[in-house]
């Protein structure tokens, strides 16, 4: 029993860490035998358990699920891609690797496929290997692609389009942002030729990573040395997290589902609305890095993976848990919110023969317009959904003035949208609109996302007046939510020395 009691405590405790550590600003402390996690305006607690507590298999590791293909060019630095490939692996990135042909003579397939844990590509990739995953999609399957070593000869390769073996073929194929840790000679560095493709490579946006300076394995002395497999490792989760989390730092607000009016304890008035394309949102907007509270009606679908989930039942608890998750930079309000409720709530079952007549209904408040007022809690960014069977711009227009709202997705329920796995929208902005082609809700999730992210990120760009300063506001809330992080990081080591 005691046992039990002290796992249970450590289980509570790495949970309690957890939120610490992800979930913005809180703080961690101990009163006696509890430990407190404050939040701004919440505060949960657990017992301490007892000795030290190894966390720092709890402690959010800074670039969990994000993928790297690394491509181990030929030179005596390709041992150090082997200690990259651990870095990463530790701090939660997936890496894929293609070996060259002349990389393979310095590491071996073996050990690279060991360390990432993955199939290793060689240049010599073979029909089974295209059918299983064909170069085009290998060279985008990840979120960066990294180059360790880059030799003088695939410096030359890419900053020259020629796409004669698999590295060179991945990297004229990717769509993702490169990263070249180059490696060699000194005199092959400073060489004219070097220089010039190090010039066109910058201006097509591939990012360096050293060469170091120091005395090289040929014996002579100068810039040249690959770059320690720490500060690569570094520089890729720099901008993994701008690249594949531009929505780090950030915190988003989504409704999702119907809500149900009860009219007695058994019977409700509500939707069809499956919360399919809200939960699509919520997870995407959590992919990109921000913080999402979703707030959700009765759906019959999974909480989505990284979401802090408030499940509610009517239009009146959804209001006050959405009031209660503020602030937040974006909300989307996708939820099909009940316009109206009974008047009253019968306390017992009503009878067939007591039926009244007719159910006396009262209008629902309007969260959407309720949260897009101005003022200092209002989001950067508010957007809307708009359900429509006819007229779908014209109605969706006169919705962005009407609740205040910055965008509204509008999309045409005529057909089978409600319930189903696809959508057709049209994204309309105050200033224009984009038709999007009919996707999976997943997609239309996916690239709302994006759009989200480039208001955002961009300097008020597609944003009001008065989000692009609230947008502001918000710059300064990332070094704040870090001090918060240190903090807490803090308070719990004294806690479990
Ligand atoms: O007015 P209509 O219901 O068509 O507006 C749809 C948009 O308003 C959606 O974004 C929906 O989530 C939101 N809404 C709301 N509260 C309501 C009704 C709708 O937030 N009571």
Redesign the pocket.
């Known amino acids: 029993m005691r046992d039990w009691a002290v796992a249970d405590a450590k289980n509570r405790f790495s949970e309690l860490i957890t939120k610490a550590l992800e979930e913005g600003p809180q703080r961690v402390t101990r009163r006696g035998r509890r430990v407190i996690v404050r939040a701004e305006d919440d505060a949960i607690d657990a017992p301490a358990p007892r000795g030290r507590v190894e966390y720092e298999g709890h402690v959010a590791r800074p670039a969990e699920g994000l993928r790297v293909l690394l491509i181990i060019g030929g030179g005596i630095a390709a041992y150090k891609s082997l200690e990259l490939i651990r870095l990463l692996r530790q701090s939660g990135v997936a890496v894929r690797a293609i070996l060259t042909e002349a990389g393979a003579q310095f590491v071996t397939p073996l050990s690279v496929g060991a360390l990432s844990e993955d199939k290793v590509y060689g240049d010599l990739f073979d029909l089974t290997d295209e059918a299983e995953m064909g170069h085009i999609e290998l060279s985008r399957s990840a979120d960066l692609v990294v180059v360790a070593p880059a030799t003088a000869d695939l410096m030359a390769k890419a900053a020259n389009g020629i796409a004669n073996d698999l590295a060179s073929t991945a990297l004229l194929a990717t769509d993702k942002r490169v990263l070249m840790a180059p490696a060699m000679n000194v005199r092959m560095w400073t060489h004219p030729a070097t220089q010039r493709n190090l010039t066109r490579l910058a201006a097509d946006g591939v990012v360096m990573v050293g060469p170091d300076e120091g005395a090289m394995a040929c014996g002579e002395f100068g810039p040249g040395r690959m770059a320690a497999p720490a500060a690569i490792r570094d520089a890729i989760i720099r901008l993994l997290n701008n690249e594949a989390r531009p929505l780090a730092g950030k915190h988003a607000l989504v409704?999702a589902g119907p809500t149900i009016e009860p009219i007695d304890p058994v019977r409700f008035l509500s939707n069809r609305s499956s919360g399919r394309q809200g939960y699509a949102i919520a997870a995407a907007l959590a992919a990109a890095g921000a913080r999402v509270s979703l707030v959700s009606g009765p759906v019959a679908l999974a909480d989505p993976p990284g979401v802090t989930v408030k499940r509610v039942e009517t239009?009146l608890e959804m209001l006050g848990a959405c009031e209660a998750a503020l602030p937040a930079d974006v909300f989307v309000?996708?939820?099909?919110?009940?316009?109206w409720r009974p008047d009253r709530c019968a306390e017992e079952k009503i009878k067939k023969g007591q039926a009244a007549k007719a159910i006396g209904l009262t209008e629902?408040?309007?969260?959407?317009?309720t949260l897009s007022k101005p003022g200092p809690n209002r989001p950067g960014l508010v957007i809307?959904?708009?359900?429509e069977t006819e007229h779908v711009e014209a109605h969706a227009r006169a919705?962005i003035a009407k609740?205040g709202c910055d965008w509204i997705v509008a999309n045409d329920v005529s057909g089978d949208v409600m319930g189903g796995v696809e959508n057709e929208v049209l994204l309309i902005r105050r200033d224009g609109a984009e038709r999007w082609p009919r996707m999976a809700k997943e997609a239309v999730a996916a690239r709302l996302a994006d759009a989200v992210a480039a208001a955002l990120t961009a300097r008020g760009g597609g944003l009001t007046g008065r989000a692009r300063c609230a947008d502001g506001a918000h710059a300064a809330k990332p070094s704040r939510r870090r001090r918060w992080r240190r903090r807490a990081r803090r308070s719990w080591r004294s806690i479990c020395d």
């Open positions: 409704t239009a309000s996708v939820a099909a919110v009940a316009d629902n408040p309007d969260i959407l317009a809307g959904f708009a359900a919705k609740k």
